[in-house]
């Protein structure tokens, strides 16, 4: 086995790479955020894996619409885990290695030679429960079969392979982010009071709900704070008693409103 010693540049490199992990409520601007990779050179083109139409969103901004004509927003639409192994064998390897998506790139005008600068996946806790569903042996999109509920096996079979698509997901030589629901936690509350919040965490099942995220360097809660006439003020946090989030890179403010995946990377000094 031969070992290498890695060098301040290599430091410095590693670095630059964006390994985001994003969660918050429906509606505090997961997807478009992690899409906003496309508004800047600096990030974009980008690859955006999107399961459950979770893209929907995107069809009311005319930047998105215009960057997916000019190929600077490239959106895959997968319906189960294995689908992703297609995608990090592509990413790992390059153009040639994989038909389909080399002529999708083709098809938006890349040449030969460009990949994505970003790869975003959206969203992580569909992609999970989807997976759950069906190996718990239901049938998704039927209405005339007979739900079955997933049990403690379906969950815990799927903690190595969830903590593994971290893993490996995080250790390319792309921006990744990865965009997730978020649970909350509430205390035993007094009769006749209302419940008080204990904590927010990522919407995943079992064991990975605490794995996945450690392969982050950052992860950012998103939460809605206000309104203007432009529309609404997203907040974005790196530390917080109350998430585990985290920011460990040490150049991302512990507080961004209506962060975009291009400031973030300006600030790891990436391109």
Known sequence: MALKALREED???LSRYLRLLIWGEPGTGKTTMGASACLDPISAPVLFCD???QVGSLASNSE???KIQTGDLIIVQLEKYVDLEAVFTWLEKGRGSNGSLDGLMKSVGHA?????????????TELQATEVRRRAGNSIGSFKTEIEMPEIKHW???KNQFTLLGDMFYHLPYHMVFCGLEETDYEDAEIGKAPKVSGYRLALQGAAQRLFPAY???CIRLERVGVNAKGIFNKGT???SLSKVKEQTGKIPK???NPTIPQLVKRLGGG
Not at 114 to 124: C, E, G, N, R
Request: aromatic letters at 8%; glycine letters at 2%.
């Open 51 to 53: 399961y459950k139409s």
């Open 64 to 66: 998105f619409l215009e």
């Open 112 to 124: 030969d030679d460009i990949m994505p600068k970003t790869v975003v996946v959206d969203s992580v």
């Open 216 to 218: 982050a360097m950052t």
């Open 255 to 257: 507080e961004m409103f």
């Open 156 to 158: 815990g079979k799927l």
């Open 11 to 13: 430091l410095i490199e």
């Open 238 to 240: 790196t530390d917080s």
